[in-house]
């Protein structure tokens, strides 16, 4: 079920992805969907499935972005593999440290692609400026995953869910559920 669920939500990713240039949250940030679904796999699914689910959205966000195929399907699939070693999946227990994972993924995943293409296309990588540009898409990410999973947790389960008041036992996130 998880993994039909991840499947929808990466055909939506890659549609909102391909219609990119019409969409901008506050302060000009266009959130990047394709890093969305890698992250989300890579708290969803456990092992091998996770780096292997990452390799695919980073094709995907290859073909998208137009830039050299197979840069974020290795890139991606690496960062879910420290992801998965560093213990990211334990971050899915609560909306916030999900969000705060999801944050971090994309702002590294986004760094990383664009200082490659820049290094790839033989020009100087501006670092603050890839640095600043990167945090704000994930910002704009993050932002769009928070909403979303707090509504949809207040729409199914109800505002107690959103605040754990003890430690969660389960191996599924709560607000996936």
């Not at 998880?2 to 302060?27: H, N, Q």
């Not at 540009?133 to 109800?158: D, E, N, P, Y």
Request: charged share 5%; hydrophobic share 55%.
């Amino acid at each position: 079920m998880r993994l039909l669920f991840l499947i929808g939500l990466t055909y939506i990713a890659f549609v909102l992805e391909t219609a990119g240039g019409t969409w901008s949250l506050p302060g000009s940030t266009v959130p990047q969907f394709m890093f969305l679904a890698a992250a989300l796999g890579v708290l969803w699914c456990p092992g091998s499935t996770a780096i292997i689910w990452a390799a695919l959205s980073g094709l995907l966000a290859d073909i998208v972005s137009g830039g050299p195929i197979g840069l974020n399907v290795v890139l991606l699939a690496n960062l879910a593999f420290i992801a998965q070693m560093a213990g990211g999946r334990q971050a899915s227990e609560s909306i916030f440290t999900a969000s705060a994972f999801v944050f971090l993924f994309a702002t590294f995943a986004g760094f990383a692609s664009q200082s490659l293409q820049h290094v790839l296309a033989g020009a100087s990588p501006g670092i603050k400026l890839i640095g600043l540009t990167s945090a704000s898409r994930a910002g704009g990410t993050t932002a769009l995953f928070l909403v979303t999973a707090i509504g949809w947790t207040l729409l199914t389960r109800g505002v107690r869910v959103v605040m754990p008041s003890r430690p969660v036992a389960s191996g599924r996130p709560k607000w996936a559920r």
